[in-house]
């Protein structure tokens, strides 16, 4: 497993040195709110409601067991005992105090953790596939591909005060769990006729009031010139973005404003400028180390006459929860942290202890984050499973949600956040209310739902077979209603079913479209092939007739 | 709040004075002022790429950071120092504390705080870290891993 090494962790004291200084003239009044906020926000930290919010990257969603285990004494020390992980491979905690936070981050580093970043106007934590490295028919693992350019844009002296937010997407599976194109930036790893490896780049994606799927800009990029690429991109950005209108920051609205192709021929110009540069060249050498690195620490076995124990409660979770592995005589088992009541996402710090200890026991000490907000154990050996689950019921942690409709995604919405219209949480713990029937959720089968509080869309509502976005209206909370979003095989942004609907019906609504799916699906059919046959008209009938 | 200086001349690495003028007056009449000797205040919004056939005739260029939150001034650093080779010194104006090692990184050859950091311990932010990650306009003197 890829780790930092001592310089890594080296450049980490020296940031937190540096932010605590920051800090310390704030709090002594010699560093103006305006400027703190920037600064801070580079180091991953929120002003919200009730506290400030620390938001720590999980790169690539892989945490050892250790940094896990850190994690967990960080939610004790310094939050309330629990911290939140998001859908964008990041870990939150909600309710931490000023004059602690570079202690707390200090604490972190050793582990190899950090909150650099995570936030603000520029390069954010790079999504990949959680699942990266574990399924057939990859083209490569994109993990050594994330951390070259990772670190090429850490504090970058040039893009580190960019128009908005900068948020990259890699993926190198067949089907695309990172959702890149509603990212600003996404790569695809792809073979040339030639056979050469390179990346299919996209560019201007985003969610948010102004979704928008992002245009290819380069249909083939070489793996050197990758680095040189992404700059003429973000230098473009830097100077022509919007910096005149708060809510045109992203850069979805320069692409969009200028068209991709002069978007497209803008960077190529600028590229043809630097592409030779040897200064920019991927580092081949410490890509090759990189992959040794992050090779999986297994070898297949033969576990040929292994008949799995049978048990009712075992087969549904088995079911719903566990996924082959390209490696024989292996699993891939996720675990659901989802409980009826608790918010999607949070687990406790006896939870990340417990996890972290099965790790240990049952998955090479490694664990990886989803954006469907779930833990997943990537190394586990087919005679295991039945003990892994076994350990998991004991802790309360063997939720057979995984892959149904009950493993809900949402951002903490109004009850945590300051910028959300409407809550989030309590909505899905009455869908899950009314839902609470495994018959009736195996029935339904993989069905998603993703609740948002407001239209910065953290819980991506917009990619959701059902998406629900929080609003207000004369002082009452709306939700408005998308449905048929998707992302693993193409990416299309779901459409809007009608007007919004109040909090009180959203859940009979929600039903209401399910209902509309269950009678009209055909044989295997998944949610969103039924919409694309029978089109909107039906749901909305049914929600509005 | 930050009090903003209007430079009307600088002092250069000779210690000579060097009038400025903005960015527009000096597209206005290039000729005329390459004549004089001048200096060039360049801004966020100023279209860097007008000036680049012209860069052997400017005495220096200040680049304005003033806005905190503006980072279009790192890339006419880049330009300038990386891109077009420009000669001259590089000063960032109306710097901040918090920037400096990146508008040094990015090709700025000087700076000058404004007054509210008077007092600061320059070397804290402008030296940076023990290791940068990525290749830059300046490279001098650092320990690079990427």
């Given amino acids: 497993m890829y780790k930092y090494s001592e310089k890594d962790k080296q450049f980490l004291v020296e940031r937190v040195d540096q932010f605590e200084k920051q800090l310390n003239r704030y709090l002594s009044g010699e560093l103006d709110e305006d400027k703190f906020r920037s600064l801070r926000l580079r180091n991953g930290l929120y002003m919200e409601l009730h506290a400030h919010m620390l938001r720590i990257a999980i790169p690539y969603g892989i945490l050892s067991s250790n940094q896990l285990k850190a994690l967990a004494d960080v939610a004790d020390k310094y939050d309330r005992g629990?911290?939140?992980?998001?859908?964008?491979?990041?870990?939150?905690?909600?309710?931490?105090?000023?004059?602690?936070?570079?202690?707390?981050?200090?604490?972190?580093?050793?582990?190899?953790?950090?909150?650099?970043?995570?936030?603000?106007?520029?390069?954010?934590?790079?999504?990949?596939?959680?699942?990266?490295?574990?399924?057939?028919?990859?083209?490569?693992?994109?993990?050594?591909?994330?951390?070259?350019?990772?670190?090429?844009?850490?504090?970058?002296p040039e893009f580190s005060w960019l128009p908005g937010k900068f948020k990259i997407a890699i993926n190198g599976a067949k089907l695309d769990e990172t959702a890149l194109r509603i990212h600003d930036l996404g790569l695809r790893l792809i073979k040339n006729k030639k056979g050469e490896l390179g990346f299919r780049v996209y560019v201007g994606g985003g969610l948010g009031a102004a979704a928008m799927v992002a245009p290819e800009t380069a249909s083939f990029v070489p793996i050197e010139d990758i680095l040189s690429y992404l700059e003429s991109a973000m230098r473009i950005y830097n100077l022509k973005g919007r910096r005149d209108h708060q809510k045109k920051l992203r850069i979805k609205f320069l692409v969009r404003e200028l068209g991709a192709e002069e978007f497209s021929r803008l960077v190529d110009e600028d590229w043809q400028q630097t592409k030779n540069d040897p200064d920019l060249k991927l580092n081949l050498k410490e890509l090759e180390s990189l992959q040794e690195d992050f090779a999986l620490p297994i070898?297949?076995?033969?576990?040929?006459?292994?008949?799995?124990?049978?048990?009712?409660?075992?087969?549904?979770?088995?079911?719903?929860?566990?996924?082959?592995?390209?490696?024989?005589?292996?699993?891939?088992?996720?675990?659901?942290?989802?409980?009826?009541?608790?918010?999607?996402?949070?687990?406790?710090?006896?939870?990340?202890?417990?996890?972290?200890?099965?790790?240990?026991?049952?998955?090479?000490?490694?664990?990886?984050t989803t954006k469907r907000q779930t833990m997943v154990?990537?190394?586990?050996?087919?005679?295991?499973?039945?003990?892994?689950?076994?350990?998991?019921?004991?802790?309360?942690?063997?939720?057979?949600?995984?892959?149904?409709?009950a493993q809900i995604v949402a951002?903490?919405?109004?009850?945590?956040?300051?910028?959300?219209?409407?809550?989030?949480?309590?909505?899905?713990?009455?869908?899950?209310?009314?839902?609470?029937?495994?018959?009736?959720?195996?029935?339904?089968?993989?069905?998603?739902?993703?609740?948002?509080?407001?239209?910065?869309?953290?819980?991506?509502?917009?990619?959701?077979?059902?998406g629900l976005l929080g609003m207000q209206k004369k002082g009452e909370e709306y939700y408005q209603i998308t449905l048929a979003g998707e992302t693993l095989h193409e990416t299309n942004i779901g459409k809007k079913l009608g007007p919004s609907v109040s909090s009180e019906t959203i859940v009979d609504a929600v039903e209401s479209i399910v209902n509309v799916f269950i009678d009209q699906r055909q044989k295997e059919e998944k949610f969103i092939d039924v919409f694309k046959r029978i089109g909107i008209e039906p749901f909305k009938e049914k929600v509005y007739g | 709040m930050d009090e903003i200086q209007n430079l009307t001349s600088l002092i250069n690495r000779d210690y000579e004075q060097i009038p400025l003028v903005s960015f527009d007056e000096w597209i206005e009449n290039p000729e005329r002022h390459s004549r004089l000797g001048v200096g060039i205040i360049i801004e966020?919004?100023?279209?860097?790429?007008?000036?680049?056939?012209?860069?052997?005739?400017i005495e220096l260029i200040a680049l304005d950071f003033n806005n905190f939150d503006d980072g279009r001034g790192y890339t006419q650093a880049y330009f300038l120092s990386k891109r077009w080779q420009y000669g001259g010194e590089i000063i960032g104006i109306n710097a901040h504390l918090d920037q400096l090692q990146f508008m040094i990184r990015s090709g700025v050859t000087t700076y000058q705080l404004l007054d509210s950091y008077q007092g600061s311990n320059e070397e804290d932010y402008s030296k940076g870290f023990s290791m940068c990650y990525q290749a830059a306009a300046n490279n001098h003197g650092l320990n690079l891993q990427y």
């Fill in chain 1, 82 to 156: 629990f911290g939140h992980f998001t859908t964008r491979q990041n870990i939150q905690f909600n309710w931490i105090q000023l004059p602690e936070i570079a202690n707390l981050l200090r604490d972190l580093t050793e582990a190899g953790l950090h909150a650099i970043q995570t936030s603000g106007k520029a390069t954010r934590n790079i999504t990949a596939d959680p699942l990266s490295g574990l399924t057939e028919g990859e083209i490569e693992d994109a993990r050594p591909y994330c951390e070259l350019i990772r670190r090429w844009f850490n504090l970058h």
């Fill in chain 1, 299 to 368: 070898e297949p076995i033969n576990l040929d006459g292994f008949k799995d124990k049978v048990d009712f409660n075992y087969s549904i979770w088995k079911k719903n929860n566990v996924r082959n592995h390209k490696t024989s005589g292996f699993s891939i088992v996720n675990i659901s942290l989802t409980k009826l009541g608790s918010a999607p996402g949070d687990a406790t710090s006896e939870q990340m202890r417990i996890l972290a200890k099965l790790a240990d026991q049952y998955s090479s000490s490694e664990i990886r």
């Fill in chain 1, 377 to 405: 154990f990537p190394f586990v050996r087919k005679d295991q499973v039945f003990d892994l689950w076994k350990a998991l019921e004991e802790n309360d942690l063997a939720s057979p949600h995984e892959g149904t409709l």
């Fill in chain 2, 44 to 57: 966020p919004k100023d279209d860097i790429y007008l000036i680049k056939d012209q860069l052997e005739f």
């Fill in chain 1, 411 to 466: 951002c903490p919405g109004r009850d945590y956040c300051d910028l959300a219209k409407a809550v989030s949480i309590p909505i899905a713990t009455r869908v899950q209310e009314r839902f609470n029937d495994m018959n009736k959720l195996l029935d339904i089968g993989d069905l998603k739902i993703n609740i948002s509080g407001c239209e910065n869309s953290c819980a991506h509502h917009h990619i959701a077979d059902i």
